[in-house]
Structure formats: C-alpha cells, structure tokens
C-alpha cells in the first residue's frame, strides 16, 4: 500500500471515530437535555401534589389554606437561601400576605424583572391549572435561576412575587393582590423593566380544533392546536414582548405565539383576565404567559381543574424558555 493510500485510510478512520464520538457526544448531550426536563417535571408535580392535593382549596372560603401556601412558598425560597419576605394587606377581615423573594447577579444590575403568579384558587376548586400550574414553573424557575448565581456573569435582577388574591369574588376590586403591589411599586418608584405575569401554563391539546380564540382573532390565522404557549402585552410592553419572544423563539420544543393589544387590552376584555393588567394599569411594562385558559382549558374553573390534567413536559419546556431569556443578559 502506497504512503498516501495509508494517510488517506488513516485519515477516513479518524474522522469515522471523530463522527462517533459528536454523535455520542450529541446523543448523551440530548440525554442530558432530556434528563433535565424529567427532572423539572418530576418537581413540577411535586409542587402541584402539595398544593392542589396536601392543600386543596385555595380560595377566601378556606383562608387557612391561603396561609398553608404561603408557608410552603415561603419555605422553598429557604431551602434555595433566597431571601424571602411575607407582604400581608386587608381583605374582609382577614389579613392575607404576597410572598416575595429575589436573586441578585452582581452588586448593581441594569436590569430588573418581576415574576408574579397569584396562588389562590376559585372557589370550590383545588386550581391545578388555575393557578397551582403558574405557582409551580414560577417556583422551578427560581430553582433554576439560582443555580446560575455564581456559575454565570448576568446583568440581572429577578423578583419573584406569589400573589395571594386574584380569583373573584376579589378580581377587578382594589383588593386585589397585584393591584395592591403594583400601586405600592409605582408610588415607590419601584424599578421593574418587565412584568411576567404567569397564568395557567399547565395545560396543552394536540388535536386539530382544540384551540380557541376570542372574536376576531380565530380569522387572523392562529394554530388551531393547544400545543404552544401564549405571550400577550399591551402597546407599551410591545418591545418587551418581542424580546421574550425571541428568547423563547431558541426552544424548539415550545413553540410560542404573540399578541400585542392597544389601549391596556380594553378592547379585548378576555385578555385583561390576570395580575398583569393591573401592572399595565399602574404605567409598567408587563405581559401575560399563558395556556390562553378557557380557551383551551375546559375545566376551567370547575371541580374537574385537577393535577392529572396537566403536561408537565409542556411546563417544563416554559421553565427552559423562561432560563433561555433570563440567560440572555450576559455582562
């Protein structure tokens, strides 16, 4: 054999091997990636066995399970060493209390983000989807989050916010948890670049028709399956949403859709429907992640809202999105 027929034979047999190991390398990275959302679904279900099975009810008729959930949200944030603090404020004579918590990546970040998610449910339901789903990846998504702090250079500031009352007979009255906090961080000058309102993400549909839309927006062309996850802003979130869209955008496995609505979404009531709006309300950036709830959700608000409904790949796929955007502010 000549000496350049055996450098050519060497050379295939090299980059034979060299195209074993990436694929190994990819295969096990893959893995990897797949063991990780196992990972964060197995604690997403953890979450909802504790707060819609251990606890149940969460509603103003059982007051004594709104307190439950805010020590075991309270707890968690211990157990991660995040610094967290209880915010109680009136309703009918019972006192009920936001839960807050936050991770700091430098001494003087630039850029500062709030994830609210309200953790009562409608009476007479334990609220797997609404809201125990968005309690749940709010929670997962500090895990995450903080695991980072140490390991990456971030420009960022993350404020995590529980709220405690959203569902009627409390919605659109000045009680309301989020209008209650929102109101405190404007007359404070509360520096928050962007709202992330979490309401219900725990619920997906993969047949053809399974996906709603309120009047007119089934003409404009949106998919007809439950399989995404939606980010609603009004017109001064717009910037906002386009680059949480964008981040999102790099998680092949959670496609993602947007809508932009004028005039703090007065126009389209549906879309008003969570603590989001009372942040538009207040003058700040804000937008809604969400399932898009009745519209997809038939248990919405009815006694069949239970944690077996739920897809907790499709929640743990919001969790790396959620990552994915917060990891986009690289010093």
């Not at 964060?40 to 707060?51: G, M």
């Not at 309270?74 to 936001?98: D, I």
Request: a negative charge.
């Amino acid at each position: 054999m000549h000496i350049t027929q055996q450098l050519k034979l060497t050379a295939l047999i090299f980059l034979m091997q060299w195209s074993l190991l990436c694929a190994v390398s990819l295969a096990q990275d893959r893995s990897s990636d797949l063991m990780d959302i196992e990972q964060i679904s197995q604690q997403l279900k953890n979450h909802l066995t504790e707060l819609t099975v251990a606890i149940g009810e969460r509603s103003v008729r059982v007051p004594e399970n709104l307190t439950k959930t805010a020590d075991y949200i309270e707890s968690f944030y211990n157990k991660l060493g995040m610094p967290v603090r209880r915010e109680p404020h009136e309703y009918s004579g019972m006192t009920v209390e936001n839960v807050v918590s936050d991770i700091t990546f430098g001494s003087r970040p630039k850029h500062h983000y709030l994830i609210g998610a309200h953790y009562d449910s409608v009476l007479g339901t334990v609220g797997a989807d609404d809201n125990a789903s968005a309690v749940a990846v709010q929670l997962e998504t500090a895990r995450q989050l903080k695991a980072l702090v140490g390991k990456e250079q971030l420009d960022l500031a993350v404020k995590f916010v529980s709220f405690a009352l959203e569902e009627p007979p409390v919605y659109r009255t000045p009680y309301m948890s989020s209008r209650v906090y929102a109101k405190k961080a404007r007359k404070q000058n509360e520096k928050i670049d962007g709202m992330i309102c979490l309401e219900m993400v725990g619920y997906a549909c993969y047949e053809r028709g399974c996906q709603e839309y309120p009047f007119p927006l089934g003409f404009f062309g949106y998919p007809e399956q439950g399989d995404f996850i939606g980010i609603v802003a009004n017109s001064k979130s717009r910037k906002f949403s386009k680059l949480l869209k964008e981040q999102f955008s790099k998680n092949a496995d959670l496609p993602v859709v947007s809508l932009n609505v004028p005039l703090n979404g007065r126009i389209l009531p549906a879309v008003r429907l969570s603590d989001h709006a009372s942040f538009w309300d207040a003058g700040f950036n804000a937008v809604m992640i969400t399932d898009s709830a009745f519209y997809r959700n038939p248990h919405y608000h009815t006694e069949l809202d239970t944690m077996e409904k739920l897809d907790y790949g499709f929640m743990a796929e919001l969790v790396e999105s959620l990552i994915l955007f917060f990891h986009s502010f690289q010093k």
